[in-house]
């Protein structure tokens, strides 16, 4: 079954406290924590009686990989993603988010499937790889990631759609999704304005609709198909003025979810108003 949830970089640098309260007043079905340098995160007796608390399950733990994250436990990659597969099984997460390594760290880059499969084997759970994007510096694109931003080219059993690093990458979600095939695990759920050779430089996670990836569509197709991986909204809601305009922006994201992945009637039984809103906007995202 598929579950909406909430990652805690939602409300970034909130602590997870904030984080469950109003991932549960915004209605999700659960949570993913992204580990940071705050202890809260990073330890499972902690995490599991807030979310036994609020009634939120822990869907999936995101490894510390971000360069602000550089230092949480230690510097070795491979010793932070096995912390993060036994801190996923510690608090009954099935799935572990995890990026490309980065081109610097060349000697885990080498090893780094190897790694993903014997550690996801080893602890029992999904270690889903994210998509990523190039980086651009003096009008260049420089390869940032070893062996490179793309999911699709490697040999990893499980991935994790971003649609706003899609967007940053030129990539249509859709066909994505559908390159991956079984492949495809988890969704982080976002959006984005365009790519870093149309100008675009951010990572942006915008709300889903407000971008020009297809989301919507992405998450009809994996409704469909009886997808059963977490759609986890990942949104960046920092420009929010007040809690209560927070809330809103996750609830308006959480709607969304629910409205795009609810069971979809077979083609033949499709309403003729159905058919023919879909006649006069196709391809809508809202």
């Known amino acids: 079954m598929m579950r909406i949830g909430m990652s805690t970089t939602c409300v970034y640098p909130l602590e997870p406290e904030h984080a469950f309260r109003l991932a549960k007043e915004a209605g999700f079905d659960g949570v993913e924590i992204m580990v940071t340098q705050e202890a809260t995160t990073q330890q499972a007796e902690g995490l599991i009686e807030m979310s036994e608390r609020w009634e939120l399950p ?17 510097r070795d990659p491979r010793v932070k993603l096995a912390r993060t597969a036994e801190l996923a099984r510690s608090v009954g997460a099935g799935a572990v988010v995890v990026h490309p390594p980065f081109r610097w760290q060349s000697s885990y880059a080498l090893q780094f499937l190897p790694i993903v499969r014997e550690l996801s084997a080893e602890h029992g759970v999904e270690i889903a790889v994210e998509n990523m994007f190039p980086w651009r510096a003096a009008g260049r694109n420089m390869k940032a990631y070893m062996p490179g931003w793309d999911p699709r080219e490697m040999d990893c059993d499980a991935v994790t759609l971003d649609f706003s690093h899609a967007a940053l990458s030129g ?7 559908k390159d991956l095939g079984d492949r495809l695990r988890h969704v982080h759920l976002c959006d984005g304005s365009g790519a870093i050779g149309e100008g675009q430089i951010f990572d942006e996670h ?3 609709g407000y971008g020009r990836e297809p ?4 998450l009809r197709m994996l409704a469909d198909r009886g997808w059963d991986g977490s759609v986890v909204a990942e949104i960046n809601t920092r420009k929010a003025k007040s809690e209560a305009e927070r809330l809103d922006m996750l609830r308006e994201t959480v709607a969304f979810a629910r409205e795009h992945t609810a069971a979809v009637a077979a083609p ?8 023919a809103i879909d006649a006069i906007l196709p391809g809508r995202n809202r």
């Not at 360069?67 to 230690?74: A, K, Q």
């Not at 249509?172 to 999704?177: F, H, R």
């Open 268 to 275: 033949e039984h499709e309403s003729p108003l159905r058919r």
């Open 58 to 74: 822990i869907l999936s733990i995101h490894a510390p990989v971000l360069l602000l994250t550089h230092f949480v436990w230690g």
């Open 206 to 208: 915008l709300l889903p």
């Open 171 to 177: 990539v249509d979600s859709l066909e994505y999704a």
């Open 215 to 218: 989301v919507a569509e992405t």
